[in-house]
């Protein structure tokens, strides 16, 4: 078997058939020929994500789909891109990191959130509907957020937008993305040691090199707005389509949860539902590679061989949530996904992402109650073939006045 399937048109949130009737390890061709395993299982997952048997380094890996690696994919990651390091190495980026997304750091973004959020609100309600929520609102809000906390210039956030977007996207040239996301960063990383802002780059000068502190950034930039963007859209278009509006049934509680409230409140267990549901991350992400022979839910994994993880399946296992395939935003346990991945990997910015996701979901559909899709939900093009999973526009509209 290989990666990608495509999700089905008339079914676009739940995994692919296929991969539903798969056992918790199942040999999985990845793109370059090797032989490897598609984890499908919670148990399975928690085992690859967490055992130090299991390495994260970029050479070790045959990645399940095609993709752009810094550096090239048979080299070691170059210094400071984290994600694809293991520790030591990735516990020293990660304990300097870890002081720039406290709990606490990222409540106090909460006002500005609310207000980049409001602003847009605003600009959608004067343009009138129809609009593409994806460029009116779910793009841009993650995109201003990391933006300001990198010290990033707004004025050049297309830039950096589609050259993201580039890096999930197949069809795109994903190495001259990367070619010039890395020029654009290391000068804004020289330019912040000449003149420091209040801002996470210039926080970590002191600490990193210049080449660091540009992969660093690179990652950051990249994973702070591409997943929270697309979670945005395609939660919106999922409770839509679902008949779930959030001003009536389970939702209205969602709604009536406080912004600032602690983590379990309903706005809370909404957010983890969706995340759980849709599983943005569907191609094989992450991946991890076995340093020695490592048995794995009765299944041997060869030293050398690369384990994929089928995150759709996995968040919809039976064996840990209730009838997994519903979408119950009331849900006590939605918590227990691996949205964010597990183990000293897990992701640094999901608390910002929670916040933003929770912050957007709730002033969109208190600005506009009656918010509807704008065409049928089978003509709403879906992102099959890139690696963080969504939709390419959502045509939404709503009642006016007139």
Not at 245 to 251: D, K, Q, R, S
């Amino acid at each position: 078997m290989r990666l990608p399937i495509e999700r089905n048109q008339e079914c676009p949130f739940d995994p692919p058939a296929r991969l539903r009737d798969l056992p918790p390890m199942a040999r999985l061709e990845m793109a370059d020929g090797h032989q490897g395993w598609l984890a499908t299982t919670m148990a399975a997952a928690r085992t690859v994500l967490g055992d130090p048997r299991f390495s994260a380094r970029q050479e070790l890996k045959h990645a399940a789909v095609h993709v752009v690696r810094p550096g090239g994919a048979a080299r070691p990651a170059p210094p400071g891109f984290f994600a694809a390091t293991d520790p030591p190495e990735h516990t020293r980026y990660r304990r300097l990191l870890t002081g720039q997304f406290t709990v606490r750091r990222m409540r106090l973004l909460e006002p500005r959130i609310e207000q980049i959020a409001a602003d847009h609100l605003d600009a959608m309600a004067k343009a009138g509907p129809p609009v593409d929520l994806v460029t009116a609102y779910a793009l841009p809000i993650p995109s201003l957020v990391i933006c300001e906390l990198l010290g990033v210039p707004y004025s050049d956030h297309d830039f950096f937008q589609d050259r993201s977007a580039a890096l999930v996207t197949p069809d795109r040239d994903g190495a001259q993305a990367t070619a010039d996301l890395t020029a654009y960063l290391g000068e804004l990383v020289r330019r912040k040691r000449v003149e420091p802002g209040d801002d996470l780059i210039s926080g970590l000068t002191g600490e990193l090199t210049d080449e660091e502190l540009t992969y660093v950034a690179l990652i950051l930039l990249v994973a702070g707005h591409e997943t929270t963007a697309n979670m945005l859209a395609l939660g919106v278009f999922a409770l839509l389509k679902e008949g779930l509006p959030f001003e009536e049934g389970p939702v209205e509680g969602a709604v009536e949860g406080p912004v600032g409230g602690a983590v379990g409140g309903a706005v809370e267990r909404a957010v983890e539902e969706l995340l759980r549901w849709l599983s943005i991350l569907h191609q094989g992400a992450p991946s991890r590679a076995a340093l020695e022979d490592v048995e794995v839910a009765g299944e041997l994994v060869r030293k050398g061989e690369t384990v994929a993880l089928s995150l759709p399946v996995i968040n919809r296992d039976g064996a840990v949530f209730e009838d997994p395939d519903a979408l119950r935003l009331d849900r006590p346990d939605a918590r227990r996904h691996l949205a964010f991945g597990h183990g000293v990997h897990q992701c640094l910015g999901q608390q910002l992402a929670r916040n933003e996701l929770r912050i957007g979901y709730r002033a969109l559909f208190e600005r506009f109650p009656g918010l509807r899709l704008a065409v049928p939900a089978t003509e709403v093009p879906l992102k099959h073939d890139a690696s963080v999973y969504g939709v390419r526009c959502l045509p939404v509209t709503w009642p006016t006045a007139d």
